[in-house]
Structures are given as structure tokens and as C-alpha cells.
């Protein structure tokens, strides 16, 4: 087998590669997959019995939702509460 023909293959893999990890990466951060996340995020696996067993869960899992929400509105310069102006600093 002539050398450029392995060059030629080695560079078509490391293309390949290179495209399918950054296809999962983006994919991944859209949250349709769990690619390079070490778990999936707790919430919602077990249910009615993990909010029986462990009720502070729940909280914790909404707790974390509503930071992520404040976080992504200040973020976006929305107001923290609908039809209130934001406060100027001074």
C-alpha cells in the first residue's frame, strides 16, 4: 500500500472524528444527549418513590430550576419581575 493512501485514510479518520465529537458536543448541549457529562441530571428517574424516600429532592431539583431561570433572565436583561422596571444603580 502506497504511503499517501494511508496519509489519505489517517486524515479522512481524523476528520470523521473531529466532526462526530463536535456534532455530540452541540448535541449534547441542547440536552438531547448526555455525551461528555460525567450522569445524566437527577430528577425525574425514579419518580413517585424517590419523592416519597427523599421529598428534599424535589426542592432541591426546582431550587436549581428557578436559579437557572433568574440566571438566564439576567442574562437577557429581562426585568426579575414582569411589569416592574429594573432598579438603576446608583
Same mark, same amino acid.
Given at each position: 500500500?502506497?504511503w ?6 489517517v ?15 452541540r ?26 424516600y427523599?421529598?428534599a ?5 426546582? &431550587? ?8 438566564? &433572565?439576567s ?16
Open positions: 500500500m502506497p499517501y493512501l494511508i496519509l489519505g485514510v486524515v479522512v479518520l481524523g476528520i470523521v472524528a473531529l466532526t462526530t465529537h463536535l456534532l455530540l458536543a448535541v449534547n448541549k441542547r440536552g438531547w444527549v448526555y455525551y461528555r457529562t460525567p450522569t445524566a441530571p437527577k430528577g425525574s428517574s425514579a419518580g413517585l418513590l424517590e419523592e416519597i427523599q421529598p429532592s424535589a426542592h432541591v431539583v426546582d &431550587q436549581h430550576a428557578l436559579e437557572d431561570s433568574l440566571k438566564d &433572565q442574562e437577557s436583561g429581562d426585568p426579575e419581575t414582569p411589569g416592574r422596571p429594573p432598579l438603576a444603580d446608583s
